[in-house]
């Protein structure tokens, strides 16, 4: 295959420049080209003479054939491949060397490094050696340490075993002072070993050491009890020796001898109570100690100052037995004094409080209790009770025992006093609401209405006038004012001449039941808990209504039924106004015994006789025991209401009798049309001839013309209140119009011809209300006396209620607090 080719490109080779046809024509400037590099091969020729000096020179070829030159071009090529590559050969044999250079440093690292390893085997072995020497050393300093510590430590648990012979000798010497540093540390180092002896019960002899331990620790007590107890009998003796002045005048010489001696005692102790109380918070033992301390202390007090202080506050009861607020204040503050004097004095020598001291103070407020508590259960005046709560609410508890830690004690004593008083409080206020109010007996005074409203409006009248007089007079000295000091002045007179509160509502115008029962209630809301307030609140308003009620039914008999109702009303409106005030709730819960089911029960164990001793569920013994338990119910009372339903029924009943009194013969013939039955004619009744209804008719509007002056009048008399009065009047004069609004239309659906409606001459509704109007304002424009006064009285009221509002329904302004 190799063969063909060649001469596949012999035979092309020799077609390149054919004469004809030629494979690669050479163009001129390629052929011009060849012949300079020809030329420049010539010229190089110099150089590759040069070049190949050491080689050997051949004989020019000799190129016959195409394959002569072929075989020639390949022999050149090589040659030229061989010059071109020496450099390449020469580096390519440097790096020979090199590569062989490496070689051999390679051997000899490889000799170095095993001779390295040889080296490094033999220093572990010398270094595990070593190493194992240190670790011998070690374990040889850390066992000889260890034995040293087992022997400090057992030299040091030795130490409390061989100090009980030295501590007993040291708390038996007899120069030690109980008073001294020297001997708390005797203290502190038997208490250590204790400890120590109780930490580590274990041990053999710890139970026969803690013993001796705890005989140490007791001994060194009893010392200290002995030494306080000393101390505080010298102190005890130096105030109740007979040589010392106890002169209860003499208030500086009385302190200097109850409480200067143990304070001057105080120094001696506070080194030895100190260190106890510092023991007593983690020690019992200790802590025992200090309760006994204390209470030797307390008992000491007792007995120096318990008496004195008793004496001191029965002298202060018996020198204000009449005035017992005064005397409730001075034994307080006599108390109060002592207990400060007494915790001042305790401070000296504790820093703690204890149970002894509060039981010691204790037993002092119990001589104020039962110096006190005598007077106060035998007060009957409920200004004087309510007075002493107020007193021991206030003064002692609020400003001084809430704000003294010290009159702790006196508190208690302060609260049993309050509570004792409230409780004789509400038991007098009971018997003063029953006697005072329910069971009063009124005087004729106190019935006298409507004579007492027109006296106190006479009165107010005169001083009226008396204030405008007065008025007058300035004016005529300012006539030569400027303008506007004269319209100020004016000012000033219209605001005289303004309508003022009745004088019948000044509170000293009420009737006694009702101020007695606000002014009651008014004390006892400052004095008792808002439950207990309650309670008798409502009480005292159920009381207060009924004996208005009894009032008003005598004041009925005694005048008219409007004079009573009238004062019923204006009373209760005063009750419910005044009460509105109080932040409570008159409501109680009433609990009451419902025994119906028992009743039914006992009818149904009556008819069932035979099954008494029946074995089945039908036993009626069983059934009357199982369903005849009364059935407990529970009632809320609110006496705010029942004022409100008391008032209502009093004002429709009012409202009844008054248009009974104006309208009566209408009424009277309207229930007669009522009352007949539905087979019977209306016109066939001789009562209902159209000249008997005519003559009721014009009785009616009579009535309604002599009484309605009088009516308003008492109104005005007794309520005092415009808008109250309007509200009143309204419905009354609604129930007027109404009656007649009725029989006109009874007469237009009954058989009545349009000749007996004209007989009738009932007016119509719009005529009525101009009718009362006018009659109004008649009454407003003359004298007129209240309902069922027969003597005119000298002046009247100027008019409340003009005959615009009368007609336009709307209530005029008000000047009292008195409205529904």
């Not at 010539?42 to 190129?63: A, C, H, R, T």
């Not at 039908?618 to 006496?639: A, C, I, Q, R």
Request: charged share 25%; with cysteine; net charge negative.
């Amino acid at each position: 295959m190799d063969t063909m080719t060649l001469k596949e490109i012999q035979s092309k080779l020799l077609l390149w420049e054919a004469a004809e046809e030629p494979l690669a024509p050479l163009t001129s400037s390629q052929r011009e080209t060849i012949l300079d590099l020809e030329s420049l091969l010539n010229n190089d020729e110099e150089l590759y003479e040069k070049e190949e000096e050491n080689v050997v020179e051949s004989d020019s070829p000799n190129i016959n054939t195409v394959y002569d030159f072929l075989d020639f071009y390949n022999n050149l090529n090589e040659q030229n491949l061989k010059v071109n590559d020496c450099l390449y050969e020469a580096y390519y044999k440097q790096l020979e060397d090199r590569k062989n250079e490496c070689a051999s440093l390679t051997d000899q690292i490889t000799g170095t490094l095993s001779s390295l390893n040889k080296l490094s085997d033999e220093y572990k072995l010398v270094s595990d050696k070593t190493d194992a020497l240190h670790t011998m050393s070690e374990q040889l300093l850390a066992d000889q340490t260890k034995l040293s510590n087992i022997g400090d430590d057992i030299k040091q648990k030795l130490h409390y075993f061989t100090q009980v012979e030295h501590l007993s000798q040291r708390l038996n010497s007899p120069t030690m002072s109980v008073n001294s540093d020297t001997f708390f540390n005797v203290l502190s180092k038997i208490d250590e070993c204790l400890d120590f002896m109780r930490a580590n019960t274990g041990y053999k002899e710890a139970h026969a050491y803690t013993v001796k331990y705890r005989h140490l620790q007791s001994r060194g007590m009893s010392l200290i009890r002995s030494y306080v107890n000393h101390v505080l009998n010298q102190a005890t003796e130096q105030v109740l020796s007979p040589d010392e002045p106890h002169d209860s005048e003499s208030v500086d010489m009385a302190y200097a001898v109850y409480f200067g001696k143990f304070q001057a005692a105080a120094p001696k102790l506070r080194l030895v109570i100190t260190e106890v109380e510092k023991r007593a918070e983690n020690n019992e033992d200790y802590g025992l100690l200090l309760s006994d301390i204390q209470r030797e202390y307390a008992s000491r007090r007792h007995r120096v100052a318990g008496g004195p202080t008793a004496g001191a506050l029965a002298v202060a009861g018996n020198k204000h037995a009449r005035d017992h607020c005064a005397m409730l204040r001075a034994a307080c503050s006599l108390l109060a004094l002592a207990m400060r004097d007494e915790c001042a004095l305790y401070d000296h020598f504790f820093s703690q409080t204890s149970q002894a001291l509060e039981d010691y103070l204790q037993s002092l407020s119990t001589g104020l209790y039962e110096t006190l508590r005598p007077h106060i259960i035998h007060i009957n005046h409920l200004e004087t009770l309510a007075e002493l709560c107020v007193i021991l609410k206030v003064e002692v508890i609020e400003e001084q025992v809430n704000n003294d830690p010290a009159l702790q004690a006196l508190g208690g004593v302060a609260r049993a006093l309050l509570q004792d008083t409230q409780e004789r409080l509400v038991f007098r206020a009971h018997v003063h609401l029953r006697a005072d109010v329910l069971h009063y007996k009124p005087a004729p005074g106190d019935l006298a209405y409507p004579d007492k409203l027109e006296m106190m409006e006479q009165i107010a009248l005169s001083l009226q006038e008396q204030s405008l007089r007065r008025s007058d007079s300035r004016n005529s000295l300012v006539s030569d004012m400027s303008s506007t000091s004269q319209e100020v002045a004016n000012i000033n007179v219209e605001a005289q001449r303004r309508p003022q509160a009745s004088p019948a509502d000044l509170h000293g115008m009420w009737y006694p039941g009702v101020r007695r029962t606000l002014a009651a209630l008014s004390r006892l809301y400052r004095c008792l808990e808002k439950r207990v307030f309650q309670g008798l609140a409502q009480e005292a308003i159920s009381l207060c209504v009924q004996s208005v009620a009894n009032a008003a039914n005598q004041i009925s008999a005694l005048k008219t039924s409007i004079d009573g109702e009238l004062f019923q009303i204006k009373h209760l409106l005063i009750l419910r106004e005044q009460i509105a005030p109080f932040q409570v709730d008159f409501v109680i819960k009433e609990t009451s015994l419902d025994f119906s089911n028992m009743k039914n029960a006992a009818y149904g164990f009556i008819q069932k006789p035979r099954q008494i001793f029946t074995m089945n569920s039908n036993n009626t013994l069983l059934e009357f025991l199982l369903e005849g338990t009364p059935l407990v119910k529970e009632h809320l009372l609110d006496s705010r209401k029942e004022v409100d339903r008391q008032l209502k029924s009093c004002c429709e009943l009012f409202i009844k009798d008054a248009t009974r009194i104006m309208v009566g013969p209408l009424i009277e013939l309207i229930d007669k049309v009522q009352l007949l039955q539905p087979t019977e004619q209306l016109k066939m009744q001789p009562w209902a001839a159209p000249s008997q209804i005519a003559i009721a008719v014009q009785e009616a509007q009579k009535r309604i013309k002599s009484t309605l002056a009088p009516l308003q009048r008492s109104m005005q008399l007794y309520l005092s209140n415009k808008e109250t009065e309007f509200i009143l009047f309204r419905p009354i004069r609604n129930n007027v119009v109404g009656y007649f609004v009725q029989l006109e239309q009874l007469l237009k659906t009954s058989e009545y011809s349009y000749d007996d409606i004209i007989i009738v001459a009932c007016p119509t509704p719009e005529q009525m209300s101009v009718f009362i109007s006018s009659a109004s304002l008649i009454s407003h424009n003359e004298p007129v006396l209240p309902y069922g006064r027969k003597k005119q009285i000298t002046s009247a009221r100027k008019p409340s209620v003009t005959n615009t509002q009368e007609k336009s329904d709307k209530p005029p302004e008000h000047s009292s607090n008195q409205s529904l």
